[in-house]
């Protein structure tokens, strides 16, 4: 992985296509955009394994829509994050179909949501997010946590197991935001 964002990166650089000042920066977003597709194309069928596969499908969707904005615990390697989302993703998808009361699953919610409003964004050392930035973040996420919570509300109705499994997404998010920031991970 490393070897293929470094590649990749000197081809970016001999093009023109980005400048010196911002290899670290395409490194890490080639590792990132890479892991996103091999993890997804692996999550949702291990997912599948303890809950419905449209559950997995919504958890990892929920989960990947709001931390692409917030942020949280990296491992320290790909392989360590791959672990780290399968056991996110196993216990995520066995917790769906075994919580089912209502006024737990608000609480986990309203929980979830102020730990993410008050942590997030998480600031990766390889993102290098200025103050600036943070708080051009801010409100996206915000908007993130309502349209999730919207969804969550609507789906409660119709198909509680995906509410759930996007609740249970948010949680995640939260969870591991807590991890970056008691120093677990990445820092």
């Known amino acids: ?9 000197e081809y970016f650089l001999r093009k023109g296509l980005i400048e010196v000042n911002q290899i670290p920066w395409c490194e890490y977003m080639i590792k990132h955009r890479v892991m996103d597709v091999i993890s997804l194309l692996w999550l949702i069928p291990i997912g599948s394994l303890v809950g419905p596969w449209h559950v997995s499908f919504t958890f990892v969707l929920s989960y990947r829509f709001l931390r692409a904005r917030t942020g949280g615990y990296h ?32 609480c986990v919610l309203v929980l979830s949501s102020i730990l993410i409003i008050c942590l997030a964004p998480a600031n990766n050392p390889e993102l290098h997010l200025t103050q600036e930035e943070i708080q051009a ?12 919570w919207l969804l969550i509300m609507l789906l409660f109705f119709f198909v509680p197991q995906m509410a759930t499994s996007i609740l249970l997404g948010v949680a995640a998010t939260a969870l591991l935001l807590v ?3 008691s120093g677990i991970g990445v820092n």
């Open 75 to 106: 491992a320290k390697s790909p392989l360590g994050c791959l672990l780290a989302a399968t056991a996110t993703q196993l216990i995520g998808g066995f917790l769906v179909s075994r919580i089912e009361n209502t006024l737990l699953l608000f």
């Open 179 to 181: 991890f970056s920031k």
């Open 1 to 9: 992985m490393e070897h293929f964002s470094e590649k990749l990166t």
């Open 137 to 148: 973040l801010l409100p996206c996420i915000r908007r993130r946590l309502v349209f999730l």
